[in-house]
């Protein structure tokens, strides 16, 4: 089969897929970096924007790149944040971060970042990662990726977690968080693909 027909269907496919990756809806996760915190007594060292209980403290320091937030506390620590899924019409929604292991604790507590697509006719529906000293290792810096189908959801909502069982008030971080409606594949590079495995397939 000629090397050219071979090259032109391999470029535009990739090209029809870059096209349709760089079409991803940026959602408002506000202060997904933690660089802002929030000002009075009530938010003093909790990051603007974020909400949580009496049962959690968030500090902006030690992050991943230049501050991020530490969430802990006795018991279960959290901090969310809430957003519209209105518009929107890219069916998944996709979450990217940083996470830090729990910091000074036992195997027991664990830390876990939940994704999820609130209302609708589907009910509310989440996925999640969870973490703990044993399963990541203390002191190190890991990446998370978490998707979920938007449906007819909406609202999105990201929800960090802290699970403290080891009575010793230890800590989670996380950092760098992105919030993106993704589209799916294009029908270009669909089609582009579906050549290209045909050429393939006559090559053998």
């Known amino acids: 089969m000629n090397k050219t027909i071979l090259t032109t269907a391999l470029t535009i496919s990739l090209a029809a897929l870059c096209q349709s990756a760089s079409a991803a809806t940026v959602l408002p996760l506000l202060n997904g970096d933690f660089q802002n915190t929030g000002t009075g007594k009530a938010n003093l060292n909790r990051p603007a924007n974020w909400t949580g ?31 519209t899924l209105t518009g929107i019409t ?21 830390g876990t970042v939940t994704l999820k697509a609130l209302g609708g ?3 509310d529906r989440e996925t999640s ?7 990541i290792g203390n002191d190190n ?5 978490l998707s979920i ?11 960090l977690n802290y699970d403290e069982k080891s009575n010793n008030y230890a800590a989670v971080r996380f950092d760098e968080l992105t919030l993106q409606a993704v589209p799916e594949p294009s029908s270009a590079a669909l089609l582009g693909l579906g050549g290209l495995s045909l050429i393939l397939r006559r090559r053998k």
Do not use: C, M
Request: proline share 3%; glycine share 12%; aromatic share 16%.
């Open 53 to 83: 209980t009496n049962l959690y403290r968030a500090d902006n320091s030690y992050g991943y790149n230049s501050r991020g937030v530490l969430v802990r506390g006795t018991g279960d620590a959290y901090i969310y944040q809430r957003g």
């Open 90 to 110: 890219e069916p998944t929604i996709n979450l990217k971060g940083w996470a830090w292991a729990v910091i000074n604790s036992g195997p027991a507590d664990v």
């Open 121 to 123: 006719a589907a009910g």
């Open 129 to 135: 990662f969870t973490f703990s000293g044993s399963t």
């Open 141 to 145: 810096w890991t990446a998370f990726d």
């Open 149 to 159: 189908e938007k449906g007819d959801a909406t609202q999105w909502e990201v929800h």
